[in-house]
């Protein structure tokens, strides 16, 4: 079975610094990785997506994950976090076999002037 | 503009009255799902649609149905809504293999 822990309710930074939401996941074989983002009263909106390649993949709004596969991680990061940026984090797997998308508990992002 | 529209947004009901909660899709996917979002859970999915007509469960089907007699159309129905299916409800259309998924606006369900 397939599962994404996401370590930190809440992740707390000020604005202009570097930022990093955590996750790891488990799955069979090679994963598909996802992030999305929801702003208050929203939906999800997708920001970036492992599939093969480069480790270090790069999305919307600035932000970009690194996939670590020896440490089964797919850590979300921005160089310079803005006050923007406060939202719900959601780190999502999916096994290569099949349909089904695991998500994460979610990572409350809280940006401070 | 592609669009997944959920309705209504916002639903307070009763015990036991049936309802539907509808989704559609302009972007002619395959595949569309329900899910179900609480705090501490995330997300899960209820039930899953992989073309017309056919149908699957996802990991918390209880108390839920869905139907798919078109492609772009993949409603929820609580036939007998309980309190416990209080919850922000997404639908969501596309998302297999390395394809992202396109999530609905969300549609916040109170049973009392």
């Known amino acids: 079975a397939q599962s994404v822990a996401q370590p930190e309710d809440q992740v707390n930074v000020a604005e202009g610094n570097p930022l990093t939401v955590k996750c790891t996941y488990s799955?069979?074989?090679?994963?598909?990785l996802f992030w999305y983002v929801q702003y208050p009263n929203r939906g999800l909106q997708f920001l970036l997506k492992?599939?093969?390649?480069?480790?270090l993949v790069k999305g919307s709004y600035g932000f970009e994950a690194e996939f670590n596969k020896s440490q089964t991680s797919f850590h979300l990061k921005k160089p310079s976090a803005l006050v923007s940026d406060s939202a719900l984090y959601f780190c999502?797997?999916?096994?290569?076999?099949?349909?089904?998308?695991?998500f994460g508990k979610g990572t409350s992002l809280l940006v401070t002037p | 503009e592609a669009q997944v529209t959920q309705n209504p947004r916002y639903l307070i009901t009763v015990t036991g009255k049936k309802l539907t909660v509808t989704c559609s899709q302009n972007m002619n996917h395959e595949y569309m799902s329900w899910y179900r979002q609480d705090p501490g859970l995330g997300l899960r999915q209820i039930y899953y649609s992989m073309n017309v007509e056919v149908t699957d469960k996802g990991d918390v089907p209880e108390g839920y149905k869905v139907s798919r007699k078109e492609k772009r159309n993949f409603p929820l129905i609580l036939e007998s809504p309980s309190p416990n299916q209080t919850s922000l409800y997404f639908c969501a259309s596309g998302g297999t293999m390395n394809t992202e998924a396109f999530f609905g606006q969300g549609t916040r369900l109170t049973v009392v």
């Open positions: 492992y599939i093969t390649g480069d480790n």
């Open positions: 999502a797997v999916r096994d290569r076999a099949g349909y089904a998308l695991n």
């Open positions: 799955v069979s074989g090679n994963p598909y």
